[in-house]
Nanobody
Framework: QVQLVESGGGLVQAGASLRLSCAAS????????MAWFRQGPGKEREFVAA????????YYAESVKGRSTISRDNAKNTVYLQMNSLKPEDTAVYYC???????????????????WGQGTQVMVSS
């Protein structure tokens, strides 16, 4: 049974930092591509960041580029999202997702991912 379990969300003030974690089990983590998406109140789920299985390539949404870093530890079956200089517009539920065989053209599309976590809430106050 595949499980993706996110953690690290919370309520912070604008300008603060958070590190989200996603622990995976039940899948070949080291050969799967991983990503973070988010869904704000009344909004569709949107791409945040992705990292290929090898860690060789990373991709970011323009809204978080320069403020966020995605990384992975294949020995721990965990992917991370470090977010700095948080803004109120970053408020959302953040979801971890796993897919396979993605490309730089397909990583941003949520329909290309096979497995999803339950999400962790991030709230940024102004």
């Amino acid at each position: 049974q595949v499980q993706l379990v996110e953690s690290g969300g919370g309520l912070v003030q604008a300008g603060a930092s958070l590190r989200l974690s996603c622990a995976a089990s039940g899948l070949p983590f080291s050969t799967n591509d991983m990503a973070w998406f988010r869904q704000g109140p009344g909004k569709e789920r949107e791409f945040v960041a992705a990292i290929f299985w090898s860690g060789s390539s990373t991709y970011y949404a323009e809204s978080v580029k320069g403020r966020s870093t995605i990384s992975r530890d294949n020995a721990k079956n965990t992917v991370y999202l470090q977010m700095n200089s948080l803004k109120p517009e970053d408020t959302a539920v953040y979801y971890c997702a796993s897919g396979k065989g993605l490309s730089r053209w397909s990583v941003r599309n949520k329909y290309n991912y096979d497995y999803w976590g339950q999400g962790t809430q991030v709230m940024v106050s102004s």
